[in-house]
């Protein structure tokens, strides 16, 4: 029988099968296809909706659109350095591949897969047939399977040199130009048809980066890839070797590296230019590789509140001016004069005598030419270049002009920045980065700049101190000189503000009146380790950066002599008012498409991120940070800061009236007075270089400085963080908080925390002698003091120790060059034995005669204590006050010790001036003894909710720099 064969019957419906879908998927294919010549029509471009940036309330801030910063250039016009630099860098096979390249796909999925840097996978053609058809955000099989097909067809539409012309025409390039066209006007102030080779490797890195690899935020980084570009160039035979050197060479020579990464989008009408710039470089980063933020019709909701930000701009605008002018007048007058005496002079000396050197009318002729040329010629240079449409008149003279100005004003020109946080969220709440945003600043100083911060530092270290147990709110410390020394055995010198010392203060004093001595000693106490660890936890700064930011394991370190963005301290104050939490500053909460869909939404990731942390969303303990906010408010309520939160020091400093009395005092819906409570820090760097104020709300977080972008001059004794950054820091506070209701940093203090009213001298338990000399303070459980104060129970003892000590100085002869008519005086010495036989003195030397005088016997036996009166060390010096055991008993020998000794007499030169010098707390006068009392007990006190003030009792105002 014939076995009949079945795989036909099979094979040919399969057959069949196959052919229908393919035919399906070639013919959607061919209708998706249909239009693409007009879709790829490079010389026509939709007009482009444009981004809107909304504030917090909804208030329009600005708009994005990118139509004017596109244009075209025909490709027979392009240099052909700009197309061999281009296909070097991109694409080195562009005209032998069919629109891809296998080699490329199989190395980028290498890269995937070994999660290494293979090199790309995409050519020239796959890039812009993603940019025109894809969004090349999305990283995924599919779109890069669409970005396949889409390459394809256009190979089969287009010639290679018709894909190079839309490329160059269409791609991003950075700094919110698109082609190259646009692009070289930016970058190098004239249009592509002069574009060099050095010019055109600038050019090609930007398109994997332009974020990175940006020449005016990371110079070092982008000559170190063009050089790369050129030597490509140089290898693949585009140019020789010396015309690529001459070109890099040339290009660096002329570069401005003053220039900041400037937006083109200069001409729009914008609410809040520097915050609007800093979400455009946010976006840029973002989007990179979409052209949405200029022509994609979104909406940015952002964090921004107008009325604050107006506020602050007014505020900022004000205060620089002022700091300009106050500058300007630090010029003596007599020196003025002398020196419009010494120039005529000199020149006269010059011609006579033939001293070229001595020649200044010059230099002086230069300086006042380019001041009217920035003020009078420049502009009109600028309105001609408009009228005319002479673009070299803008893009060489002006520009050039505005530039050299610049560089030769900004050294004594005072510029300042601010930025205000929200705390809690963190959210971008104000933001100026300088004085007037145009076209030649915006360099957005509160998130760029790097500056020492001065003793605004300090608090960053004294939480890790607190967090030690080895010292206290109130733990003393002598602020008196005192020489450290370095890992190599040299002696490091510091000074107190102005060179004046205290004696013993306690911790929070010390900070609110930022004291330098007292603070480095807290610094070598607890470690540089500890201190750096906790400071950079606070600023967020990773370990990779400390060196270059000079935060190194040395004392000036204690002094603030480090590099800080405005933006980090002001991060690191806000943890403190947030409790200690993690805070992470951000300037856009969402970003919806066109028909109102969130697609980017930063602020609910930002969320996520910090509840997957869970506990380690601490940076610092609850307890510690509870701790902190009240040793800061402390420098509002007697400290640094009282002169910046009183509206009389706005009315002297800028002559403005703003309101009366305290600038933190408010009134409630009830129509209740109350003050809202608030701490800070001030900070001034050496040579009154800085001036610093961050400072904190439980509702917001503000830091302010003031200085010169090149450092080098000073700002002078009138301008310091207390005198010009409080000022303003308060000034704005009061605007950010007006019409917030009271509120405290935390309800109820953190369990751990104890609550004590001590003597403000010893810092131990209060007793009724103490008086008015006692301070509320926290501490961290178990830290807390359990002994009583003794300083002033036992008062009349120690006035009768100064009497005897003073008279024992008149018996050892150091007093007696200081008394009047003692010829013929006998003195008496029986009161010295209970027999009156007066030898208990000649007792206190031995047979040679040799100084044998025992103190701690002598006050036991005569005054009936010992060294237990002072305190267990037996320490008078540090804890009694009365002399120093180690100059009045030294061990220098007396030749005769009843004879006339020479006192030594202490060094009372006057201080340095400095404007509203500190002052210690006052002294209440010792009652007379008391009858013994119970020590008082250990418990915490209540803290009353209701409780709208913070009192410090015992201490005074001071206006420390």
Excluded at 29 to 34: D, E, P, Q, R, S
Excluded at 176 to 200: L, M, R
Excluded at 299 to 323: F, G, P, S, W
Excluded at 544 to 564: D, H, K, T
């Amino acid at each position: 029988m014939k076995r009949v064969r079945i795989w036909p019957f099979i094979f040919l419906p399969l057959l069949l099968l196959s052919s229908v879908l393919i035919g399906a998927a070639l013919g959607k294919g061919l209708a998706v296809t249909k239009n693409t010549i007009n879709t790829e029509n490079f010389t026509e471009f939709e007009t482009s909706a444009p981004t809107k940036l909304l504030d917090i309330n909804g208030e329009l801030i600005t708009e994005y659109s990118s139509d004017e910063k596109r244009e075209i250039i025909a490709f027979r016009d392009l240099p052909q350095q700009m197309v061999d630099a281009l296909l070097t860098r991109e694409d080195r096979i562009f005209y032998e591949h069919p629109g891809f390249s296998m080699k490329a796909i199989f190395r980028a999925v290498v890269g995937v897969v070994t999660h290494s840097t293979a090199g790309g996978g995409s050519t020239l053609t796959q890039q812009i047939a993603g940019t025109l058809y894809c969004d090349r955000r999305e990283k995924s099989i599919k779109r890069k399977i669409k970005e396949l097909w889409w390459a394809i067809q256009m190979e089969r539409r287009y010639s290679k040199d018709e894909i190079l012309e839309l490329y160059l025409n269409k791609i991003y390039f950075g700094g919110g130009t698109y082609g190259v066209n646009a692009a070289c006007k930016y970058y190098f102030g004239h249009d592509a048809t002069e574009i060099n080779p050095a010019e055109a490797a600038i050019l090609v890195i930007q398109l994997s980066n332009p974020a990175y690899y940006n020449p005016f935020e990371y110079p070092n980084r982008a000559m170190a890839r063009q050089q790369d570009v050129l030597d490509a160039m140089v290898n693949e035979g585009y140019v020789t070797k010396e015309d690529a050197n001459t070109s890099f060479d040339n290009y660096w020579a002329d570069f401005d590296f003053l220039r900041t990464n400037l937006s083109v989008h200069t001409m729009r009408v914008d609410n809040a230019p520097w915050f609007s710039e800093y979400v455009r470089r946010e976006l840029s980063g973002m989007l990179y590789g979409s052209e949405d933020l200029y022509n994609g019709g979104y909406t940015v909701n952002t964090t921004l509140n107008l009325t604050h930000q107006r506020a602050a701009e007014e505020i900022m605008t004000d205060y620089i001016k002022y700091a300009n002018e106050t500058y300007r007048d630090t010029l003596p007058a007599s020196k003025k004069e002398a020196l419009s005496a010494y120039v005529p002079f000199a020149e006269l000396m010059c011609l006579a005598f033939n001293l070229p050197s001595m020649k200044v009318s010059a230099q002086r002729a230069e300086r006042l030419s380019l001041e009217e040329y920035a003020d009078d010629v420049n502009p009109i240079i600028d309105i001609m270049s408009m009228i005319t449409g002479i673009e070299p008149l803008k893009t060489q003279i002006v520009t050039e002009g505005n530039n050299l100005y610049k560089r030769n004003t900004e050294r004594n020109t005072v510029e300042g920045t601010m930025i205000a946080l929200e705390n809690g969220t963190g959210y971008i709440d104000a933001l100026v980065g300088g004085s007037k945003y145009d076209s030649t600043n915006q360099f957005i100083r509160a998130v760029q700049a790097k500056i020492q911060p001065g003793s605004t530092f300090k608090p960053l270290y004294y939480s890790a101190a607190i967090d030690s147990k080895l010292f206290t709110m109130t733990t003393t410390i002598s602020d008196t000189p005192v020489v450290f020394y370095k890992d190599d055995g040299s002696p490091y010198l510091p000074r107190d503000f102005v060179g004046r010392y205290e004696g013993e203060v306690q911790t929070w004093y010390a900070l609110a009146h930022s004291m330098n001595i007292p603070s480095l000693k807290v610094l070598d106490t607890i470690g540089f380790d500890a201190a750096i660890n906790r400071a950079t936890d606070l600023l967020n700064i990773p370990y990779n950066e400390w060196e270059a930011r000079s935060i190194l394991p040395v004392y000036p370190l204690g002094l603030g002599v480090c590099s800080i963005r405005p933006i980090e301290l002001a991060r690191a104050f806000c943890v403190f008012a947030s409790n200690g939490e993690e805070i992470t500053p951000i300037a856009i909460r969402n970003v919806e498409d066109k028909n109102g869909n969130i697609f980017m939404d930063p602020e609910a990731d930002a969320i996520a991120e910090k509840k997957a942390k869970g506990r380690d969303i601490q940076v610092i303990s609850r307890q510690n940070a509870y701790i902190m906010q009240e040793m800061l408010k402390r420098t509002v309520q007697t400290g640094t800061l009282v002169r910046g939160s009183n509206f009389s020091a706005t009315k002297s400093t800028i002559g403005k009236d703003k309101g009366t009395g305290n600038k933190f005092k408010f009134t409630d819906s009830h129509g209740e007075s109350f003050i809202m409570p608030a701490g800070g820090k001030t900070g001034t760097t050496q040579n009154w270089a800085d001036a610093w104020t961050v400072g904190f709300t439980p509702y917001y977080t503000a830091a302010f400085w003031f200085g010169f972008d090149r450092p080098g001059q000073s700002l002078g004794l009138k301008m310091t963080g207390s005198t010009l950054a409080g000022v303003a820091w308060g000034d704005f506070m009061h605007v950010a908080n007006l019409g917030k209701p009271y509120k405290k940093f935390t309800e109820v203090a953190p369990e751990g925390v104890i609550s004590l009213t001590v003597c403000s001298e010893t810092g131990l338990l209060l007793t009724p002698e103490c008086g008015n000399n006692k301070v509320t303070a926290f501490y961290l459980a178990g830290t807390e003091p359990t002994e009583v104060c003794e300083r002033h129970l036992y008062g009349t003892a120690e006035k009768t120790a100064k009497a005897n000590m003073k008279r024992e100085d008149i018996m050892f002869g150091k007093l007696f060059d200081k008394l009047e008519g003692v010829e013929g005086l006998k003195l008496d010495l029986d009161f010295l034995n209970d027999d009156g036989s007066g030898t208990a003195f000649e007792n206190m030397f031995d047979d040679d005669d040799d100084f044998n005088y025992d103190p701690d016997s002598y006050l036991e036996s005569q005054l009936g204590f010992g060294d237990d009166f002072f305190n267990n060390s037996g320490n008078r010096d540090d804890d009694f006050g009365l002399f120093d055991e180690d100059e009045f008993f030294d061990d220098t020998p007396l030749v005769n010790p009843l004879g006339n000794a020479e006192p030594s007499v202490p060094d009372e030169s006057e201080p340095e001036e400095e404007p509203a010098a500190p002052t210690k707390p006052a002294e209440t006068p010792a009652p007379a003894p008391a009858p013994a009392q119970p020590a008082p007990s250990t418990q915490g006190d209540v803290i009353n909710p209701s409780e709208k003030t913070d009192d410090v009792e015992g201490k005074s105002t001071d206006a420390r720099g």
